[in-house]
């Protein structure tokens, strides 16, 4: 029998439709800034997606682009000016930067209660705590597409295959947090076939395309696979082995199609959050 593949296209299509919801019903438009500090190809895309979703939302969006060569004070004073414009409720600077800019010290600018990514240390704590607050767009996102399969993850044996700030460790905290049982497996795990074997549900986030075989998971689990890479023909290829996995397991994301249209999805609910909680009508994150 094969896997369900999990749809994320319209999973995030629904998403957006209600964001959209939400944001016709406010009095003002909440408002949007990206930032994007020199040319990665994969960032411009990933960038004008975002900006272009937001403005379909009925968020206004605007998106800053700075030069490959700014220097790390131009780049914070553009921060300083976006967390002080009261129109800004949601602040993201694309990632990797340049190498000339500390990433570190540019999230740490960034107004906590405007911190789109859930990057900055404070926020960074509250999702360890379990405390409510904006979680991370990718790891939220894979617990939406959970959540839509009907997959409960309490009591459940977890892994997550990557320790990334952006995605692996986000996501075992938001899993903790619904209670199951988590695993982060990383490039010193001794055993990762065991520990995938082990795995109910499983969360692919390393970036080594078809690292994980199907013959590594047991029958019927979830996969979730984050991993976006480029194959040498051009293609476009998850951390899971597709079509061997598929034929394990309970329910699989294909890629592209899964993960990265929620990321977008939730990156536009995070801003209505902030809006809200900024601006007074607040509801509980
Ligand atoms: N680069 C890759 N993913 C992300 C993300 O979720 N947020 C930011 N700011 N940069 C990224």
Redesign the pocket.
Known sequence: MGATIIDGRAIAARLRARVAERVSALPYKPGLAVVLVGEDPA?AI?VRNKDRAATQTGISAQTIRLGPNTPEADLLREVARLNADPAVDAI?????LPGQIRARTILEAIDPAKDV?G?HPLNVGRLADGLPTVA???PRGVMKLLGACGIDPAGKRALVVGRSA?VGKPTGALLLAADATVTIAHSHTRDLPAECQRAEILIAAVGRAGLIRGDWLSPGVAVIDVGINRLPDGRLAGDVDFDGAAKVAGWITPVPGGVGPM?IAC?LENTVDLAEQRRGRSRSL
């Open positions: 960032s990933y993201l600077v694309q990632l990797p990514d990057f991370p767009c990718t952006i990321t990156l």
